[in-house]
């Protein structure tokens, strides 16, 4: 009995032995892990890191807005909204936004209309702010970099500023109105009615009028283009006629030139003969 007591008391010395040795290396792991400087990194002009200065601690991050801004929609439904960048390394941490608004003038001395958290974002992660149902005006965003954010100046950065501006939204008619409407449409048609009967028959009488001045002028011309026609006939039968009178008066004028061609034939040879019988007459008898 003994012995079996005393294995037991020295089992229990030995797991408390070691319960103790493992949590000495494990406090001894997490106080070399919290001392060593494996997640601080110094921070220049040519690179953004974490960085451990004076008990002030800053994870790298740089947010900036990338100068896209929106509108949509219409009032009082209309929509604003701005993109947020992280242009350093990684969050660590949240951090927080603002809207401020003014109807006139400079809207960060406006009122904050709106506040909200900005959760961790990636290396190169984007944010998209809005802000739904605004109003005429002029509307500026607000961000605070991360804790221990190095440049002091600019802890606090601004959006450009977004004016908006609404359109009257157009009045809905009444019922009364439609059915005014619908009266006076129906009133107009029976008014109308009349006149468009009125013009239709003046129209057809107008068409009716043209068709007859049509045939009347299609007829003079078929007039004037047989008298054309005719007179053109008669006048070849004129020269026809002329020139059969002309040539029967140059025949007959051919005729009494042969004739008294061929009378001075005779008369010539009548006066030689009796040229030849004198002669005759008046030679010596041999």
């Known amino acids: 009995m003994f012995n079996e007591r005393g294995k037991k008391a020295g089992r229990k010395k030995l797991v408390i032995a070691s319960k103790l040795v493992v949590s000495m290396y494990v406090l001894l792991f997490t106080i070399g892990y919290l001392?060593?400087?494996?997640?601080?990194?110094?921070?220049?002009?040519?690179?953004?890191?974490?960085?451990?200065?004076?008990?002030?601690?800053?994870?790298?991050?740089?947010?900036?807005?990338?100068?896209?801004?929106?509108?949509?929609?219409?009032?009082?439904?209309?929509?604003?909204?701005?993109?947020?960048?992280?242009?350093?390394?990684?969050?660590?941490?949240?951090?927080?936004?603002?809207?401020?608004?003014?109807?006139?003038?400079?809207?960060?001395?406006?009122?904050?209309?709106?506040?909200g958290t900005i959760a961790e974002l990636e290396e190169t992660g984007n944010k998209v702010l809005d802000y739904e149902n605004v109003k005429e005006g002029t509307y500026q965003f607000s961000v605070l970099q991360r804790e221990g954010f190095p440049d002091e100046k600019h802890q606090e950065i601004w959006s450009e500023e977004i004016v908006v501006t609404c359109e009257e939204p157009e009045a809905q008619p009444t019922e009364d109105d439609v059915k005014a409407s619908e009266e006076t449409s129906s009133n107009q048609v029976k008014e109308d009615e009349p006149k468009q009967a009125d013009e239709s028959?003046?129209?057809?009488?107008?068409?009716?009028?043209?068709?007859?001045?049509?045939?009347?002028?299609?007829?003079?011309?078929?007039?004037?283009?047989?008298?054309?026609?005719?007179?053109?006939?008669?006048?070849?039968?004129?020269?026809?006629?002329?020139?059969?009178?002309?040539?029967?008066?140059?025949e007959s004028e051919s005729k009494e030139q042969d004739q008294a061609a061929s009378l001075a034939d005779e008369e010539t040879k009548k006066g030689a003969n009796e040229d030849t019988g004198k002669e005759q007459k008046n030679e010596p008898a041999n």
């Open 201 to 250: 028959e003046s129209n057809q009488n107008q068409a009716s009028y043209e068709q007859e001045e049509l045939k009347d002028k299609k007829a003079e011309t078929e007039a004037k283009e047989t008298t054309k026609s005719k007179q053109t006939t008669d006048a070849q039968a004129k020269l026809q006629e002329k020139k059969a009178t002309d040539g029967a008066q140059q």
């Open 35 to 115: 001392t060593s400087n494996t997640g601080a990194y110094f921070n220049d002009k040519e690179k953004e890191e974490q960085v451990i200065q004076a008990g002030t601690w800053w994870d790298g991050s740089k947010l900036a807005f990338t100068g896209e801004q929106d509108q949509s929609g219409t009032c009082p439904g209309k929509t604003i909204s701005v993109t947020l960048q992280n242009v350093g390394a990684k969050m660590l941490g949240s951090t927080t936004y603002k809207i401020y608004f003014a109807e006139t003038g400079d809207p960060k001395t406006g009122e904050i209309i709106k506040s």
